[in-house]
């Protein structure tokens, strides 16, 4: 193959556009659809890793650009179970961290836990450029975050139970405010006079 990049390279726009056309007419030029897209996409996997592959769609829109002729209805449904298969892939991603949608109180150590898996996750959609992921992570942050916010402020719990969920809270806090630093944050909350007073009993 003529086009030589190491996997998971960055590569522009125009450079993406570039290396489409370059193997199509490595492949002759052919006319696009269904198993024209899979070959390339295929061949475009060993370029930019599976996960940076543009889409079907994309794809196609590119080649039509340098006068392709498209096979309209198999580009439709090659995209379609396309982009089936990425929500699958996100959904697989999600769960390890749906535990914070079961409405079951966090305590610390669930809490770093998941806060990690999260961080974890949200690294790999921003380096595949997924925004919707992205958003969705997001969400599912603040939404624990307000959870631990209502559970602090409920009076039918103890006070150490109370405090918990207010520590738990503030961890959201920090982690959707500063996602790169949490890290050493909560390295340095952990270790603190004031956190070990507070918490000083295993949880």
């Not at 070959?39 to 829109?61: E, N």
């Not at 959870?147 to 039918?156: G, H, P």
């Amino acid at each position: 193959m003529k086009v030589s990049r190491k996997r998971g390279e960055q590569i522009s726009p125009e450079s993406c556009s570039e290396i489409i056309v370059s193997l199509w007419r490595e492949f002759g030029s052919p006319a696009v659809g269904a198993s024209e897209l899979t070959r390339l996409h295929d061949a475009l996997a060993d370029v930019f890793g599976r996960d940076k592959v543009p889409s079907p769609a994309r794809i196609a829109r590119e080649l039509a650009q340098e006068g392709a002729a498209l096979r309209h209805p198999e580009i439709i449904e090659c995209d379609a179970r396309w982009r089936e298969a990425q929500i699958a892939g996100r959904m697989n991603a999600f769960q390890s961290v749906r535990q914070l949608q079961t409405g079951v109180p966090l305590q610390l150590k669930q809490a770093a836990a998941i806060i990690a898996e999260l961080e974890e996750l949200r690294g790999c959609f921003v380096n595949t450029g997924d925004e919707a992921a992205l958003a969705e992570l997001k969400t599912l942050a603040i939404e624990a975050r307000h959870a631990a916010t209502n559970r602090a402020k409920d009076s039918s719990l103890s006070t150490a139970d109370r405090k918990v969920q207010a520590e738990i809270c503030e961890w959201f806090r920090v982690w959707l405010e500063t996602p790169n630093l949490f890290n050493q944050w909560l390295e340095l909350r952990r270790s603190s006079a004031a956190f070990r007073e507070k918490f000083s009993k295993p949880d």
